[in-house]
T-cell receptor
Framework: LAKTTQPISMDSYEGQEVNITCSHN???????ITWYQQFPSQGPRFIIQ???TKVTNEVASLFIPADRKSSTLSLPRVSLSDTAVYYC????????????FGGGTRVLVKP | NAGVTQTPKFQVLKTGQSMTLQCAQD?????MSWYRQDPGMGLRLIHY???????DQGEVPNGYNVSRSTTEDFPLRLLSAAPSQTSVYFC????????????FGPGTRLTVT
């Protein structure tokens, strides 16, 4: 399973764009990249998933360079309610791999 | 639809006691799993199931048993509780067609004294 490395924490201010980069140097050909968000005292919540290039949904964008050795989750114009822990997961579910949650990035949005 | 429900929300056990954490889903998903999350840490997979009657071990299975007799339910049994099992336990479910999007329950906070 590809190991992921993310910053432990990040601070931001309301209205700013937050970019969290995840390194996954040994990503395999069939691995997908998935991001989850977890608020205190709640279970994680799926945000976005991608394989290559750029994926955008109503919540976030995911940028994946051509070599796929890293990915960046972009949260546009954050609000206080975006304060949470964000997890980057890499794996191939179809091959029977189980997604592994690392330590995540704790994002604190300040007023 | 309730999604994924877990009971109880909180539980305190004494060392050596046994108990069962309940997880139920009404999403008709084939896959279910149990994770534990220790303070300030990520989630670690305990056991998972790819369908009724089929279970497999995750990263930290010791001290826990599971069974899957129906699609809806996936109980987690602690055989003889230890303080090291103090944690928050999350149940998750997902569909084979959209396997990367797991739906998590609200969690059970367990303290073993």
């Amino acid at each position: 399973l590809a190991k992921t490395t993310q910053p432990i924490s990040m601070d931001s201010y309301e209205g700013q764009e937050v970019n969290i980069t995840c390194s996954h140097n040994n990503i395999a050909t069939n691995d997908y990249i998935t991001w989850y968000q977890q608020f205190p005292s709640q279970g994680p919540r799926f945000i976005i998933q991608g394989y290559k290039t750029k994926v955008t949904n109503e919540v976030a964008s995911l940028f994946i360079p051509a070599d796929r050795k890293s990915s960046t989750l972009s949260l546009p114009r954050v609000s206080l309610s975006d304060t949470a822990v964000y997890y980057c997961l890499v794996g191939d579910i179809a091959a029977g791999n189980k997604l592994t949650f690392g330590g995540g990035t704790r994002v604190l949005v300040k007023p | 639809n309730a999604g994924v429900t877990q009971t109880p929300k909180f539980q305190v056990l004494k060392t050596g006691q046994s108990m069962t954490l309940q997880c139920a889903q009404d999403m008709n998903h084939e896959y279910m799993s149990w994770y534990r999350q220790d303070p300030g840490m990520g989630l670690r997979l305990i056991h998972y199931s790819v369908g009724a009657g089929i279970t497999d071990q995750g990263e930290v299975p010791n001290g826990y048993n599971v069974s899957r007799s129906t699609t809806e339910d996936f109980p987690l049994r602690l055989l003889s509780a230890a303080p090291s099992q103090t944690s928050v336990y999350f149940c998750a479910t997902w569909d084979r067609q959209d396997a990367y999007e797991q739906y998590f329950g609200p969690g059970t906070r367990l303290t073993v004294t």
